[in-house]
């Protein structure tokens, strides 16, 4: 079973940047689509951004566009999110996520996801 391990959280300041990483052991992440989630507390989890396996097509949710970017090394099996221009409202535990079959077109739906990190807390506050 894929076990996939996020890394990169922290402690940052509005309008500061920070990277978060996601890769898989035992198995290479480079068969599967590959989501990022968030949730905050007393909220529901949300889909941030997502990659596909193949072609790198991209999807962000609209409360990220221009400020989060998802990308992926095959070479290295890792999945990244650069989050730049933070805001106290991208404060929530972040989690990477993927689908069973491998590609799931993209969506950033969690019923579209099987795999589950066990995230990493991102922290946006002066």
């Known amino acids: 079973q894929l076990q996939l391990v996020e890394s990169g959280g922290g402690l940052v300041q509005p309008g500061g940047s920070l990277r978060l990483s996601c890769a898989a052991s035992?198995?290479?992440?480079?068969?599967?689509?590959i989501g990022w989630f968030r949730q905050a507390p007393g909220k529901e989890r949300e889909g941030v951004a997502c990659?596909?396996?193949?072609?790198?097509?991209?999807n962000y949710a609209d409360s990220v566009k221009g400020r989060f970017t998802i990308s992926r090394d095959n070479a290295k099996s890792t999945v990244y999110l650069q989050m730049n221009s933070l805001k106290p409202e991208d404060t929530a535990i972040y989690y990477c996520?993927?689908?069973?079959?491998?590609?799931?077109?993209?969506?950033?739906?969690?019923?579209?996801?099987?795999?589950w990190g066990q995230g990493t807390q991102v922290t946006v506050s002066s």
């Open positions: 996520a993927a689908p069973v079959l491998g590609q799931n077109m993209c969506v950033l739906s969690e019923t579209r996801y099987d795999y």
């Open positions: 990659i596909t396996r193949s072609n790198g097509f991209t």
């Open positions: 035992k198995f290479t992440l480079d068969y599967y689509d």
